[in-house]
Nanobody
């Protein structure tokens, strides 16, 4: 069983940056691909980015490409999401997730473990 805990959310103005962090409890975390998803009120959960288990491949949603960067620190069992040039439409609860596979996925159903989420609010 893996526990994921997100942190780093907050309220910022458009154009600002935030860095989300997700800490994993399981020592075999480095065997898992990690993803970030987000969900705005009244909307479905949306893929943001994933990184493979080795940290060698990343994939981003078109809406965040060039603004967000996903990375992982396997020594610290953590995955990060650097968010720059934030827009009001980025406002959502952000969730990290772990997939028991070396490669990530854009499908939330492929992830086994989920964090509780951290709120990001971007004002215009």
């Amino acid at each position: 069983q893996m526990t994921l805990v997100e942190s780093g959310g907050g309220l910022v103005q458009a154009g600002a940056s935030l860095r989300l962090s997700c800490s994993a409890s399981l020592r075999t975390y480095s065997n898992y691909a990690m993803g970030w998803f987000r969900q705005a009120p009244g909307k479905e959960r949306q893929f943001v980015a994933w990184i493979d288990s080795r940290g060698s491949k990343t994939v981003y949603a078109d809406s965040v490409k060039g603004r967000f960067t996903i990375s992982r620190d396997n020594d610290r069992d953590a995955v990060l999401l650097q968010m720059d040039s934030l827009k009001p439409e980025d406002t959502a609860a952000y969730y990290c997730a772990a997939r028991s596979h070396f490669r990530g996925s854009e499908n939330s159903n492929d992830y086994r473990y989920w964090g509780q989420g951290t709120q990001v609010t971007v004002s215009s």
